[in-house]
């Protein structure tokens, strides 16, 4: 395995070719101080996602984690190894490295989507309004008014403005105007932050809809901070059908972003080309509604990517940096809306027209992971087997919070990086893995039965049946303690949660992007705005 110095690593992020600069440390490591072009891939999940985010085999890769952790880094590499990656590179002294060569790092998650949508509103200079003028319009009986948040439905539950939408970002070219019809009406888009607030604000602005539109000054956070009351597991949704009327004003405006941003289409044809190439990355996404892609029946050709989240999060769908994007253009709006923002976030990036012919596509599949699969023993003979082995060592899988909230005491939290760790040396000793059943559970049977381990078994966690079955549990603990706690990010985790000081702090975090950024970072965006 190769290993690079920071100094080189900077120079390849910045060059004309394809690399994919992999964090290979848990969530919570990750979340804290990071590389900005980095992509989060935590050891604990690295062969179940790197085939998604990095598709290609022969792909320069550079991985890293902290310097103490050589260990796992050489692991990761290993792995990746045997998945068939061919261009592997070790960045040498970890993160410490990078921070020793004068190079910055960041907190927070997202970070180029957040650092680009920072730049949007000071270029396009997007209105805003604040918490406080929203309010009193929301008082305001003669205000025409309409509040769309752009966020997903998920996020949008768990708070939301008094008498919003939800109307995620990737779905506002389409169906704004039939939540506005009245050009007079005043439409302001929400986030919890302020990046979809902000794009969500200048794609409507951009589409040159006629409503006065402006984006809500820091989201739902703002609105709290000014002691304004949130709703919670609100249910107005976005129309579903759309007029067809509204559908070919959508699409004429849609169009002329195509001619602004000089937006490139193909055909299915060009795209098979492309998907055979072994010198370049091609990803090919559908950005329209969970329910539409799953009704459309295509996952096995094409991946699903809301629209908004697609801008909000680009690294946790696309790994490989200088790659080619390819959007679906089902319906000649919300694609090309998305692409517009896609190609000024510095991506080189084409619609796809043909979408009819999809399901022609013949997509190689990979072979499936070689997984240790254990048995899988049900609530009464996970008792059984504990109450016949005493000397079990039981290992919880699942993530710490869920560990803190409620385990067996007689369970040990564990997590890949430091599994074996946790474990008796006695590889004779009988092991429960305690999960969710899910993949992640068998990576670490995996590495236990490679260990030399053989009597794995593992069980769904059932806290109800194993307290009425006499089996003592824990709950509220502080076990692990937070030092332990890799998965999880303490930076301003509680922000929604009634902490106003994090909510101050993620704001401040969030404004403050742009000035912690290189020259060469900055240029990476490449903005359009019309003279």
């Not at 509040?147 to 996020?155: F, K, M, T």
């Amino acid at each position: 395995m190769k290993t690079i110095d920071a100094k080189l690593l900077k120079s390849w992020i910045h060059d004309e070719y394809e690399i994919a600069v992999l964090d290979i440390r848990e969530h919570g490591q990750y979340g804290e101080n990071h590389l900005f072009f980095a992509v989060s891939l935590p050891y604990s999940v690295l062969e179940l996602r790197i085939r998604i985010l990095v598709p290609r085999k022969n792909t320069r890769i550079v991985i890293y984690a902290d310097h103490s952790d050589e260990a796992v880094v050489r692991a990761a590499a290993q792995a990746l190894q045997r998945l068939g990656y061919t261009h592997i590179h070790i960045l040498q002294g970890g993160i410490q490295a990078w921070q020793a060569a004068g190079y910055a790092t960041f907190a927070g998650v997202n970070l180029p989507s957040k650092t680009f949508g920072e730049l949007a509103e000071h270029i396009y200079k997007t209105p805003h309004i604040s918490a406080r003028q929203l309010y009193e319009q929301i008082q305001s009986a003669r205000a025409k008014l309409v509040i769309l948040d752009g966020r997903p439905i998920q996020e949008y539950q768990k708070m939301n403005i008094p008498g919003s939408i939800c109307c995620p970002n990737g779905e506002l070219a389409l169906r704004a105007r039939q939540l506005a019809p009245d050009p007079s009406t005043t439409i302001v888009i929400n986030c919890a932050g302020r990046t979809r607030s902000i794009i969500g604000a200048q794609t409507l602005i951009n589409l040159g809809i006629p409503n006065p539109v402006y984006a809500l000054e820091n989201g739902t956070q703002g609105w709290y901070l000014s002691g304004y009351e949130l709703e919670h597991q609100s249910n107005r949704f976005y129309p579903e059908k759309i007029n067809p009327d509204l559908l070919a004003e959508a699409r004429q405006s849609a169009n002329r972003l195509i001619k602004q941003f000089e937006l490139q289409t193909i055909s299915c044809q060009q795209l098979k080309i492309w998907q055979e190439e072994t010198n370049r990355t091609t990803y090919l996404f559908d950005v329209r509604t969970a329910q539409e892609y799953e009704e459309s029946r295509l996952s096995s050709v094409i991946r699903h990517a809301p629209g908004g989240q697609l801008i909000q999060a680009t690294d946790e769908y696309i790994g490989v940096r200088k790659a080619r994007i390819v959007l679906a253009d089902f319906d000649q709006v919300r694609a090309p809306v998305m692409a517009s923002w896609l190609k000024q976030l510095g991506w080189e990036v084409y619609l796809l027209a043909d979408t009819d012919k999809l399901a022609t596509l013949v997509v190689q599949m990979d072979q499936g992971l070689a997984l240790v699969h254990p048995q899988t023993l049900s609530p009464q003979e996970t008792v059984n087997f504990i109450k016949q082995y005493p000397q079990t060592s039981i290992l919880d899988t699942r993530s710490s919070m869920q560990f803190r909230s409620v385990h067996l005491k007689q369970a040990q939290w564990v997590i890949r990086p430091t599994l074996l760790k946790h474990v008796s040396p006695d590889k004779q000793t009988p092991v429960l893995l305690l999960g969710t059943g899910n993949d992640t559970t068998a990576l670490l049977a995996t590495d236990m039965a490679n260990a030399g381990y053989q009597n794995i078994q593992q069980a769904i966690f059932d806290p109800s049946f194993f307290e009425a079955a006499g089996l003592p549990l824990e709950r509220q603990s502080i076990n692990p303690p937070d030092a332990e706690c890799i998965d999880f990010l303490f930076f301003v985790h509680d922000r929604h949660h009634g902490n106003k000081e994090a909510a101050r702090k993620y704001l401040e975090w969030e404004t403050n992007l742009v000035s912690q950024i290189d020259e060469e970072e900055r240029k990476t965006f490449r903005f359009n705005v019309p003279a």
